[in-house]
C-alpha cells in the first residue's frame, strides 16, 4: 500500500488529498459531497450507526486515513472511544455494543467482506432492528464507505502518520442546495 | 439507473436515489461509456457474476484498464505504484480519478447484489 500520491493535487498550494484530488473531476466531487452530505444529514438512521459501519469499514478494507477520523454527531450520540475499541474481530461479545449495532456489523462485514456472513440468522436480526428505509441507508453508506476507502487507499492518499481527529460531520452546504 | 444500491433507495428515499444515481453519472460520464460497461463486466466476473469480456480486440490501454479493475475487489492494497502510474499513462490524471471511483463503485455495486440489498429494504 503507497503512502505517496500517485495523483496531484488540482488545488494550487495544497497537498494531495481526497479533496484535492477529486478536484480534478469538479462535476464528481460536486456530486459525491452532495451525496455524502445529504447521507450523513439525514436521520432516518443514526450517526451513531453510520459511524459504527464506517469504522468497522476502515479497520477492514486497512483505511488509516479513514480509521482516525471521529465525525462529531456521532461523537454526540455516545461513540466514544471505548465502545469504537470493541468494533474489531469478536464484536459479537462485546458488552458495549448494542445489539442493533452488531446486526449491523455483521451486515457490514458480509457487504464488504463475505455475503456468506448474512445468513439466516443475522439476516433476521437485521430485519428485526432496522427498517427497510433504515437498510437501505445502510447498505447506501457502508457502499460508499467501501468505494471511498478503495478509491482513497489506490490513489495512494493514505497519511504515513495521522493522529485521531475529529471532523465535522458532513453536511449539505446551503449554496448547494 | 439500474444497480442494487439504487433500487433499495429508489423504494425507500427517493431524495437519495436522485443524489446516488447523479454521483454515478457524473463518474460514468467522466470516462468513455465502452470502458465503462468493461470495468463494471470485468469486476463483475472477479466476483463470479457473469462472464469477463473478450479482450481480444481491445487496445493495450483498455486492456491495462482491465486488468487494473480486476485487481479492485480483492487486492485493492496489493495495487503497485507501477500498475497506477500505467492506468495514469493511458487516462491521465482526471482520467485515473475518475476510473478509480468508478471502479471501486462497481465492486460496491456487486458486493450489494450479492447480499440482496434490495430485498432487504423491501423491494
Same mark, same amino acid.
Given at each position: 500500500?503507497?503512502? %505517496?500520491?500517485?495523483?496531484?493535487?488540482? %488545488?494550487?498550494?495544497? =497537498?494531495?488529498?481526497?479533496?484535492?484530488?477529486?478536484?480534478?473531476?469538479?462535476?464528481?466531487?460536486?456530486?459525491?459531497?452532495?451525496?455524502?452530505?445529504?447521507?450523513?444529514?439525514?436521520?432516518?438512521?443514526?450517526?451513531? %450507526?453510520?459511524?459504527?459501519?464506517?469504522?468497522? /469499514?476502515?479497520?477492514?478494507?486497512?483505511?488509516?486515513?479513514?480509521? /482516525?477520523?471521529?465525525?462529531?454527531?456521532?461523537?454526540?450520540?455516545?461513540?466514544? $472511544?471505548?465502545?469504537?475499541?470493541?468494533?474489531?474481530?469478536?464484536?459479537?461479545?462485546?458488552?458495549?455494543?448494542?445489539?442493533?449495532?452488531?446486526?449491523?456489523?455483521?451486515?457490514?462485514?458480509?457487504?464488504?467482506?463475505?455475503?456468506?456472513?448474512? /445468513?439466516?440468522?443475522?439476516?433476521?436480526?437485521?430485519?428485526?432492528?432496522?427498517?427497510?428505509?433504515? %437498510?437501505? $441507508?445502510?447498505?447506501?453508506?457502508?457502499?460508499?464507505?467501501?468505494? @471511498?476507502?478503495?478509491? @482513497?487507499?489506490?490513489?495512494?492518499?493514505? =497519511? $504515513?502518520?495521522?493522529?485521531?481527529?475529529?471532523?465535522?460531520? =458532513?453536511?449539505?452546504?446551503?449554496?448547494?442546495? | 439507473?439500474?444497480?442494487?444500491?439504487?433500487?433499495?433507495?429508489?423504494?425507500?428515499?427517493?431524495?437519495?436515489?436522485?443524489?446516488?444515481?447523479?454521483?454515478?453519472?457524473?463518474?460514468?460520464?467522466?470516462?468513455?461509456?465502452?470502458?465503462?460497461?468493461?470495468?463494471?463486466?470485468?469486476?463483475?466476473?472477479?466476483?463470479?457474476?457473469?462472464?469477463?469480456? &473478450?479482450?481480444?480486440?481491445?487496445?493495450?490501454?483498455?486492456?491495462?484498464? +482491465?486488468?487494473?479493475?480486476?485487481?479492485?475487489?480483492?487486492?485493492?492494497?496489493?495495487?503497485?505504484?507501477?500498475?497506477?502510474?500505467?492506468?495514469?499513462?493511458?487516462?491521465?490524471?482526471?482520467?485515473?480519478?475518475?476510473?478509480?471511483?468508478?471502479?471501486?463503485?462497481?465492486?460496491?455495486?456487486?458486493?450489494?447484489?450479492?447480499? &440482496? +440489498?434490495?430485498?432487504?429494504?423491501?423491494?
Amino acid at each position: 500500500m503507497s503512502t %505517496i500520491p500517485r495523483v496531484s493535487s488540482a %488545488i494550487a498550494g495544497e =497537498p494531495a488529498h481526497f479533496g484535492s484530488v477529486l478536484a480534478h473531476q469538479p462535476e464528481i466531487a460536486a456530486r459525491f459531497f452532495e451525496l455524502y452530505g445529504a447521507f450523513w444529514g439525514s436521520d432516518v438512521l443514526a450517526a451513531r %450507526i453510520k459511524e459504527v459501519a464506517r469504522m468497522r /469499514n476502515a479497520r477492514v478494507t486497512e483505511c488509516g486515513f479513514c480509521r /482516525n477520523v471521529r465525525f462529531d454527531k456521532a461523537l454526540g450520540e455516545g461513540l466514544v $472511544e471505548e465502545v469504537v475499541d470493541d468494533i474489531t474481530d469478536g464484536y459479537e461479545t462485546s458488552d458495549k455494543l448494542t445489539e442493533t449495532e452488531k446486526a449491523v456489523l455483521k451486515f457490514t462485514d458480509a457487504l464488504i467482506h463475505d455475503p456468506e456472513l448474512l /445468513n439466516g440468522d443475522a439476516r433476521t436480526a437485521l430485519q428485526q432492528h432496522l427498517t427497510p428505509q433504515q %437498510i437501505a $441507508e445502510l447498505g447506501l453508506g457502508v457502499s460508499l464507505f467501501l468505494a @471511498l476507502a478503495k478509491a @482513497l487507499i489506490t490513489m495512494g492518499l493514505e =497519511p $504515513e502518520q495521522m493522529d485521531r481527529t475529529v471532523l465535522p460531520t =458532513p453536511a449539505v452546504l446551503e449554496a448547494a442546495e | 439507473m439500474s444497480g442494487p444500491i439504487h433500487a433499495s433507495l429508489a423504494a425507500t428515499n427517493g431524495a437519495l436515489a436522485e443524489k446516488y444515481a447523479a454521483f454515478v453519472a457524473a463518474s460514468e460520464g467522466a470516462l468513455s461509456p465502452e470502458l465503462v460497461a468493461l470495468v463494471r463486466q470485468a469486476v463483475a466476473a472477479v466476483h463470479g457474476m457473469g462472464e469477463g469480456p &473478450d479482450e481480444s480486440a481491445l487496445d493495450e490501454a483498455t486492456r491495462t484498464a +482491465l486488468a487494473y479493475a480486476r485487481r479492485m475487489p480483492f487486492e485493492h492494497t496489493a495495487i503497485s505504484d507501477d500498475e497506477a502510474a500505467a492506468v495514469t499513462h493511458h487516462l491521465g490524471e482526471p482520467g485515473f480519478v475518475a476510473f478509480s471511483v468508478v471502479t471501486a463503485l462497481a465492486d460496491a455495486e456487486c458486493r450489494a447484489a450479492q447480499v &440482496d +440489498l434490495p430485498e432487504l429494504s423491501g423491494v
